[in-house]
């Protein structure tokens, strides 16, 4: 049983930042690639950032691009979001997602952690 716990968000004030962590247990952590996924209110749940399994290679969404990096530790079989000049649209429940494969759409995803909470004030 694989296990993805997030942890780091929070209610931050717009331009402020955020780092977010997932922890991952009871799989094999360097075999996965890792990503980052977002739902707000009443909206579907979307990609966010992805990085491949050496931490090689990553892809951002448009909306995040040039203001967040993501990045693993396979040592700590952790993966971190860095999230800066938050706006109060980032405002969502934050998702963790392991999958064998490169991929960006949710329906793809093999793992997936329980959430946490970004709140962005204006």
């Known amino acids: 049983q694989v296990h993805l716990v997030e942890s780091g968000g929070g209610l931050v004030q717009e331009g402020g930042f955020l780092r977010l962590s997932c922890a991952v247990s009871g799989g094999r952590f360097p075999t996965y690639s890792m990503a980052w996924f977002r739902q707000a209110p009443s909206k579907e749940r979307e990609f966010v950032a992805l990085i491949d399994q050496n931490g090689s290679t990553t892809y951002y969404a448009d909306s995040v691009q040039g203001r967040s990096t993501i990045s693993r530790d396979n040592a700590k079989a952790t993966v971190y979001l860095q999230m800066n000049s938050l706006k109060p649209e980032d405002t969502a429940i934050y998702y963790c997602?392991?999958?064998?494969?490169?991929?960006?759409?949710?329906?793809?995803?093999?793992?997936w952690g329980q959430g946490t909470q970004v709140t962005v004030s204006s």
């Open positions: 997602a392991a999958a064998f494969q490169m991929v960006r759409g949710a329906h793809e995803i093999d793992y």
